[in-house]
């Protein structure tokens, strides 16, 4: 059983930027990959970021577009997503899942979720 708990949400102007922490517990996260997705008000949950076990590949959604930038400490059994230049429609719940099978950029093929973090974003 893997415990994932996310953190560093909060609100921010447009603009802004925050940095959002992963913590896992339980199972090998060092062999995981690891996604983070986010669900917006009335939104479905959707694919943001994602990085491989040893964290040399990185795969992003379009829409992140340069903003975005996913990292991870296998010592510290953490992954990051730094966000930059936020706009009011990043706005939503931040959540981060063991990838186990199939696309990454799929939620289907996540095991284990955290509770989520929220990002509100003014303008």
């Known amino acids: 059983q893997v415990q994932l708990v996310e953190s560093g949400g909060g609100l921010v102007q447009a603009g802004g930027s925050l940095t959002l922490s992963c913590a896992a517990s339980g199972g090998t996260f060092s062999s995981y990959t690891m996604g983070w997705f986010r669900q917006g008000p009335g939104k479905e949950r959707e694919f943001v970021a994602a990085?491989?076990?040893?964290?040399?590949?990185?795969n992003y959604a379009d829409f992140v577009k340069g903003r975005f930038t996913i990292s991870r400490d296998n010592a510290k059994n953490t992954v990051y997503l730094r966000l930059n230049s936020l706009k009011p429609e990043d706005t939503a719940v931040y959540y981060c899942?063991?990838?186990?099978?199939?696309?990454?950029?799929?939620?289907?093929?996540?095991?284990?979720w955290g509770q989520g973090t929220q990002v509100t974003v003014s303008s």
């Open positions: 990085i491989n076990w040893i964290g040399n590949t990185r």
């Open positions: 899942g063991v990838h186990y099978s199939g696309a990454y950029v799929d939620s289907v093929g996540y095991r284990y």
